[in-house]
């Protein structure tokens, strides 16, 4: 007799169930639309969107459950073993037309003319659940439209469905109660709250999440239907995120860009800064042809007459003065392709270590014996203990606040140290203020206070740390009460911090690179040891803030010298300047403005327009924008990500990476320089940087790689992590 199989049983926590005669098995807890997907079924949502808690306020995804009355929303329905649900059944069906008829009554027939036509949920949810014909006769109830909720969002109130995902969006996400709803029934309205503007930096999600018209971009209103534009995936180059995002583009013209999420770095979120931030691309102001100075003044000039000029003068200043005579600061927005020509470039045929970066702070070299963060943004979901010493990512890293705001509605204990009150304090368990000298106090009070009471995982300290006894002894005198004195902090509260960096464990120690002088990083690296922020499931260091800063130290784009470093164009003959206005918006590039470039004998000035910096340069070259380049950037948190071309740059402007190439030929004729792509370029790069070597273009795919950190080591510590107690970690001690 033919036994028969058994079947192997459901992993524990989980649930199976059956869907439209489907078996499906999922996690407990999963609600019934989602078990559905995975089964490859669909249910009719509008208010239903997984990042956001279930309401079931539309009752569009209404099914039949058996053994349960009348029809239910499978929104909000969790899965049970054994349940049985039909989603086409004669009942479903005919309340989901039901629902669709209601919703329909008062919505204007405007597809023809509303900025949601053609990528509208509830325009294709008609057609494929709706009645086809409508019971309704009376007029449609109308109101004045649009109303500004902001200079960037217009609301259109009759085509609202009160499905409230931008009120939970403002809520729960961005937990900002900018918009909420006025009066009941069928006069409710989605409005301003009182006393309020719609000033959110995150308001533009409102946007995308919402599933009619009702919200729509102002800058983008009636440009064009969503048929007309070409979509190109990319990365947004505004801040160190990286959120994906898709550049929409008609006629060689950016007209929008939407989120495309990539759950390990945004989730499908954008600030209105990376979303709303392209005008310039499109301006009719942009440098379209190089320049060189005939006659004391900015003439047009072929590529081949500026170049050659370029490489004839920067040549014989290295020539006749050193190759220290020459250097070059490039911007850390710029491609990793780019920052690798560009330093080779200068190392290489101009024979110069007078290369940079910026905007660029001291090395931050933790524990890993890099430069970089240890972690993930995905893994402070995890985290049990947050602490942010010197950062207000609402500034620099805005979809991180949001990642922050998560991790804290997931149960994190986060704790704020800074000097000035920011956006994050109202959600810190503990807010404190603490001016920058008085840091190496209060962190060395923590780790005292884990040290002496034993407050740390001493499997992991004494498995994978060296010194301890030594950084006993160093501690020895950063008491709480010292702290307090310093910081004027209550004792009681310094302790309960540090009773929370290891009882809510694993921790993040986030830090503003600013602050990562001797004393500070010292004492931010042994905490972060003593606290589990360098474990395997922890997250260390000091973030980067423009888009590429992470792959400009990745590729070592810093000085060779200490002193050219120190103050840049000091000592040099010839400059060059790529995406860089020291004379205008960025003042800090060089150190002393525009006295800086007093003694520069040739000036060099690479970028999208002809800037103050540029005005007074002898050669200008036109540069082109982020949404017309190749090539990849590297986030904060060690991730490569591809740029990809959307359009075509104005005139005869050229790929940076291009010009980079051009130059390097006539100044190395001999070879080395032979590159026909951005992808021939990160070959070469990749085989010169270790940490890059196991990456290539085709395994970046959409969403990027992380590069690898190294072996744990500090070269004498036997493969282990060793506390700084040195005379330099010391922190003014007494």
Request: proline content about 7%; glycine content about 10%.
């Amino acid at each position: 007799m033919v036994q028969e199989a058994t079947k192997p049983a459901a992993p524990p926590n989980t649930v199976t169930l059956t869907i439209d005669d489907r078996q499906v098995t999922v996690p407990k807890g999963t609600m019934l639309v989602e078990a559905a997907k995975q089964a490859g079924i669909d249910i009719p949502v509008f208010c239903y969107e997984p990042r956001l808690a279930p309401v079931g306020a539309c009752r569009m995804c209404l099914v039949e459950i058996e053994k349960m009355p009348g029809v239910q929303a499978a929104c909000t329905s969790p899965v049970a073993d054994g349940m049985i649900v039909h989603t086409r059944g004669d009942k479903a069906r005919s309340a989901q037309r039901d629902v669709l008829g209601m919703l329909l009554a008062n919505h204007p027939l405007d597809c023809p003319v509303c900025d949601k036509g053609g990528e509208c949920p509830l325009q294709d949810t008609t057609f494929n659940y709706g009645p086809g014909i409508s019971n309704f006769y009376e007029p449609k109830r109308t109101f004045i439209k649009p109303i500004p909720l902001s200079p960037l969002i217009a609301l259109d109130r009759e085509r609202c469905i009160m499905c409230y995902r931008c009120v939970r969006f403002q809520r729960e996400i961005a937990q900002d109660e900018a918009l909420t709803v006025i009066d009941r029934g069928p006069y409710s309205e989605i409005a301003v709250t009182s006393g309020r503007t719609f000033d959110s930096p995150f308001s533009g999600n409102t946007i995308e999440i919402c599933p009619v018209g009702a919200l729509t971009s102002i800058p983008f209103r009636f440009r064009a239907r969503p048929w007309d534009l070409t979509k190109v995936p990319s990365v947004c180059n505004e801040c160190s995120v990286g959120c994906n995002i898709n550049i929409e583009f008609r006629n060689n013209e950016v007209l929008r860009l939407t989120a495309r999420a990539n759950p390990a770095v945004d989730e499908g979120w954008l600030c209105d800064h990376g979303r709303f931030t392209y005008d310039y691309v499109n301006s009719k102001e942009r440098l379209t042809q190089p320049l060189v100075r005939r006659n004391g003044e900015l003439q047009p000039a072929s590529w081949d007459e500026a170049l050659e000029l370029v490489a004839n003068r920067l040549g014989m200043l290295a020539r006749e003065s050193g190759g220290s005579a020459v250097g070059g600061v490039i911007s850390a927005r710029a491609t990793n392709e780019e920052l690798y020509l560009f330093q080779k470039l200068f190392r290489g045929p101009l024979g110069s270590g007078n290369v940079d970066h910026w905007p660029r702070t001291a090395p931050v070299v933790g524990p890993f014996g890099v430069d970089a963060l240890h972690g993930s943004i995905a893994a402070l979901e995890r985290a049990g203990a947050i602490l942010l010493v010197g950062l207000n990512p609402i500034v620099e890293q805005p979809i991180l606040d949001l990642r922050l705001k998560k991790a804290v509605r997931q149960g994190a204990t986060l704790i704020v140290v800074s000097a000035e009150p920011i956006n994050l304090d109202q959600f810190a368990a503990h807010a404190l203020r603490v001016t920058p000298a008085a840091l190496p106090a209060l962190l060395g009070a923590w780790a005292n206070l884990l040290v002496t009471d034993g407050l740390y995982d001493a499997g992991f300290v004494n498995e994978r740390t060296t010194g301890l006894d030594q950084l006993r002894e160093h501690l020895a005198s950063y008491t709480i009460e010292r702290a307090t004195q310093e910081t004027g902090l209550p004792a009681a509260t310094i302790a309960a911090v540090g009773q929370a960096l290891v009882e809510r464990g694993p921790a993040a120690l986030l830090f503003h690179r600013a602050l990562a002088n001797t004393n500070v990083l010292d004492a931010l690296v042994n905490l972060g040891l003593l606290t589990g922020a360098t474990k395997e499931d922890g997250i260390f260091g000091g973030l980067v803030s423009e888009s590429n800063g992470q792959g400009a130290l990745d590729l070592g784009i810093v000085p060779a010298g200490d002193a050219w470093g120190a103050t840049r164009a000091n000592g040099a003959r010839g400059l060059y300047l790529l995406g860089l206005d020291p004379l205008g918006k960025e003042a800090d590039a060089l150190p002393g403005g525009a006295t800086a470039l007093d003694g520069i004998e040739f000036l060099v000035v690479q970028d999208l327009f002809l800037t103050e910096t540029a005005r007074r340069a002898d050669v200008v070259l036109p540069a082109v924008s982020w949404a017309e380049k190749d090539g990849t950037i590297t986030n904060l948190e060690r991730r490569v990500q591809r740029l990809r071309p959307a359009v075509h740059a104005p005139g005869e402007a050229r790929p940076d990476w291009r010009a980079l190439r051009d130059l390097g030929r006539r100044l190395a004729p001999e070879g080395g320089f032979a590159f026909t792509s951005p992808p021939a370029v990160w070959q070469e790069l990749a085989a010169q940087t270790p940490a890059y070597a196991q990456l290539t273009y085709s395994t970046l795919a959409l969403g990027g790689q992380q590069w690898t950190l190294p072996p744990v080591g500090d070269g004498n510590g036997g493969g282990r992590f060793a506390f700084r107690a040195g005379n330099g970690g010391n922190g003014g001690e007494r």
